[in-house]
Each structure stands twice: as structure tokens, then as C-alpha cells.
């Protein structure tokens, strides 16, 4: 019998790519989705996939349990993924309370409305590597103490051991993925891999000279999100819930991204490069380096993307988006 999967956070980078995959396998995919003025945007990533027509989308907020609950009575889940969030730890710190609402209350409407209609459902929490915030371990795995370091991490740490509490208290096959960052071309624009890539793009094709960043000396482990959802649904395949941290096993500063990325499209970025106070955070994590070992064990599962691979090919979606916008400006509001 084909499954019915629900993904909360489908219009996103993650849940478009896992929408794409469940719909491969033959699932049935409805996704939550929140209300916006901006209707015609909505569904961008899903669109760029050509999936969605293929999925239901289904109204409801992870902020209002009964939407949640509702969704869970209409759709009749095998597994849901949560994955909707506040999800940019720079925001969080101007959004404290909203970030918590959402990111850390929003995962305990989830699982109270799985608990409530629907308990044999098997569910997956997006959990981060942001939760190792100031690092306890020179390589962070499922043993490794949490130390977070903005109101982001905390409300995902709360998260997570509801999450753990849920599996423990009810039984309920619950399992949380710490996943470290993961990027593609449908990463939001305001994450550093994605605005470093559409930098490069729009000063090869002219339309900038100079792309303003933060700290450069931060290290992160950066895979592809279209392997990582892979092991979203992996573990929920499993016969026991449990916790995986989700990573390369490789970390690379931003400085040396902005490097791959510069070089790749001809370019020095040193020439244009610059450095803003503005854009430093409160509290920095300023090392993630994971290690995957248990999810190769247990799950089978590896990062099979690599850096380079990844950042050719998000430079080219961008300088391919850039040269459309080109050729047909968007028509104005006006
Ligand atoms: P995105 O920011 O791209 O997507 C977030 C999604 O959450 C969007 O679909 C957004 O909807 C939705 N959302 C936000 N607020 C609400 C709300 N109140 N009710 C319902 N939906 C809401 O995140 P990613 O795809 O990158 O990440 C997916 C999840 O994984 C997130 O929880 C993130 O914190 C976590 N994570 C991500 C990592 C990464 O490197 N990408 C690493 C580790 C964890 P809308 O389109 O309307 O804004
Ligand atoms: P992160 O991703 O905070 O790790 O969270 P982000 O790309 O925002 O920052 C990574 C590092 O780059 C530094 N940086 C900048 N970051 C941004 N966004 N913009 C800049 O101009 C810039 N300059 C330097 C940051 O200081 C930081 O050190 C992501 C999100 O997807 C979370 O939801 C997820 O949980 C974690 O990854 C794992």
C-alpha cells in the first residue's frame, strides 16, 4: 500500500527536496503551508522541481496546535516530517520569542497532534548541529554535549528532547536527524552559501562589484540537502527510533568557500570580498565538524555530493537564474 507522508516546512529548501524524493518512492505527499499575501511565490522551490502539482498542500500553522491537529485528522499520516521552522539563527536573535514559538513550541504542537489522532504515525524532527553551538568535542556525534549559542539553537534543543521525551514517554516512533548544514540552489538567499554563490553571479554578469559578508573564519561541515533528506527517510524506515547526526565528516571556512566559489567562475575574492561589523552575530559558532559514523552504521547512509560538486553547481543555477532575469525582467507591480 502506498504511504501518506505529511511535511510541514514543504515550501522550503529541505521539504522540497524530501517532498521530491517521498513522490519518487511513491508516496502520497501533503505538505503544510501557511498563509501568505504573497501567494504567487509560495511553492517557488516545488515549481523549480516540478513537483508541485504532485503534492497536497493543506492550510495550517505550526504556531495554532488545532491547524495541527486538523491536519493530522484530514491527512492520516504514516510519517511526518517536521521540518517547518524559523529557520536563520541570525534572525533569532532580533526574534527571540517568535523563534522559540515557532522552532521550539511549533515541534510540540506537532507531536501533542500526533499523540492525540494519530500515534502509530512515525515522526522525524528537524534537529540541528547548531544544538553543539560552542563545541564539548573536536567532532561532534549523537554522545557529544549540547552547548548552544542563539535563541535558535536553544528552541531546537528543546525540540530535540521533547522529541527524545515523546519517544520515552509514549512510545511513539519518533526519531530526531541532527542534521550539520546542508545547501543546494534552493537554499534560502540569506544563508552564507547561497548569498556567496549569488554574489558571484551577479558581479561574472555585472550586476554587482562587491558582496558583503561577516565573519569569514567560521568552519562548517556543508553537504547537499538532496543527500541529507535521504537520511531523513531513512530513519524512519527504521525498526527503532533513534538519534543520528547527519554530516560529511569535512569542515571548510567561509573564507575558503568564498574561495571554491570565486575560483570556479573565474574570478578573485579578495577583489570582492568585503568584511561588515554588521553582520557579525552576538554569539558566534565558530566550528562544526561532524561525525556520521553511527548513520553509516546504522542507516547506510553517506554524503555522496562533494564541496566542489555542490558549489559548481549552485554557482550555475545562479548565473542561470541572473541571465533569465536578463533576458525577461520580471513585469512591475506598478
Ligand atoms: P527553510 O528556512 O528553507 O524552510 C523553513 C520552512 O518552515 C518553510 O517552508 C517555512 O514556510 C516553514 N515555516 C516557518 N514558520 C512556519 C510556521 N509558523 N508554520 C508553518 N510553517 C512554517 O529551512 P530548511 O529547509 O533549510 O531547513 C528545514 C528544517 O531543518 C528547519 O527546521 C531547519 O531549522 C532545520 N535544519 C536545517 C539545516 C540546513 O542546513 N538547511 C541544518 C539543520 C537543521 P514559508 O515558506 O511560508 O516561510
Ligand atoms: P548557520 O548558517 O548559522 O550555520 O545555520 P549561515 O549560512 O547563516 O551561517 C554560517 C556561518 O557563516 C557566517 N557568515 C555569514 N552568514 C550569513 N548568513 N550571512 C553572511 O553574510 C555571513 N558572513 C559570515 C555566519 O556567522 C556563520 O558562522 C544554518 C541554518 O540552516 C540553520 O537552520 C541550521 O540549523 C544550521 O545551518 C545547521
Known amino acids: 500500500m502506498a504511504k501518506t507522508a505529511l511535511i510541514t516546512g514543504i515550501t522550503g529548501q529541505d521539504g522540497a527536496y524530501l517532498a521530491q524524493l517521498l513522490l519518487s518512492r511513491g508516496y502520497t505527499v501533503h505538505g503544510l503551508l501557511r498563509r501568505s499575501a504573497s ?48 529557520s536563520f539563527v541570525a534572525a533569532s536573535f532580533q526574534q527571540p520569542l517568535l523563534t522559540g514559538t515557532v522552532t521550539g513550541l511549533g515541534a510540540a504542537n506537532m507531536l501533542e497532534a500526533v499523540r492525540i489522532v494519530c500515534p502509530q504515525a512515525r515522526f522525524y524532527q528537524a534537529s540541528s548541529s547548531e544544538m553543539f553551538g560552542k563545541i564539548q568535542a573536536q567532532l561532534q556525534n549523537e554522545r557529544t554535549p549540547f552547548y548552544p549559542r542563539s535563541p535558535y ?14 519517544r ?14 546542508h545547501e543546494s540552489p534552493l537554499r534560502g538567499i540569506e544563508f552564507v552559501t547561497r548569498k556567496v554563490t549569488d554574489g558571484v553571479a ?35 524506515q527504521q525498526d527503532t527510533p533513534d538519534d543520528y547526526v547527519i554530516a560529511t565528516g569535512r569542515t571548510t571556512s567561509i573564507r575558503d568557500f568564498c574561495h571554491m566559489a570565486f575560483s570556479y567562475a573565474g574570478l578573485n575574492w579578495q577583489d ?30 553517506h554524503a555522496v555530493t562533494s564541496l566542489e560538486d555542490m558549489v559548481a553547481e549552485m554557482v550555475e543555477a545562479d548565473l ?12 512591475s507591480l506598478g
Not at 492550510?59 to 504514516?78: A, N
Not at 539553537?153 to 515523546?166: D, F
Not at 561588515?276 to 552576538?282: C, K, N, W
Open 39 to 86: 501567494a504567487e511565490i509560495i511553492g517557488e522551490r516545488l515549481r523549480w522541481l516540478g513537483i508541485l502539482n504532485d503534492v497536497q498542500l493543506i492550510d495550517g500553522d505550526l504556531i495554532d496546535l488545532s491547524s495541527c491537529i486538523r491536519i493530522m485528522q484530514t491527512v492520516k499520516p504514516d510519517e511526518v516530517y517536521n521540518l517547518a521552522a524559523q
Open 272 to 301: 570582492h570580498v568585503v568584511t561588515s561589523a554588521d553582520l557579525l552575530r552576538p554569539a558566534e559558532v565558530d566550528v562544526l565538524h561532524g561525525d556520521p559514523a553511527k548513520a553509516k552504521q546504522a542507516l547506510g547512509w
Open 153 to 166: 539553537a536553544v528552541a531546537k534543543l528543546y525540540a530535540h528532547w521533547m522529541t527524545v521525551n515523546y
Open 320 to 331: 542561470a537564474r541572473h541571465r533569465g532575469r536578463i533576458a525577461a525582467p520580471p513585469p
Open 202 to 236: 551577479r558581479i561574472k554578469l555585472g550586476l554587482a562589484r562587491e558582496l558583503k559578508l561577516g565573519n569569514l573564519d567560521a568552519t562548517r561541515d556543508w553537504g547537499h540537502a538532496r543527500d541529507y533528506v535521504q537520511a531523513m527517510a531513512a530513519m524512519l
Open 168 to 181: 520515552e514517554s509514549f512510545g511513539m516512533h519518533a526519531s530526531s536527524g541532527i542534521l550539520f548544514n
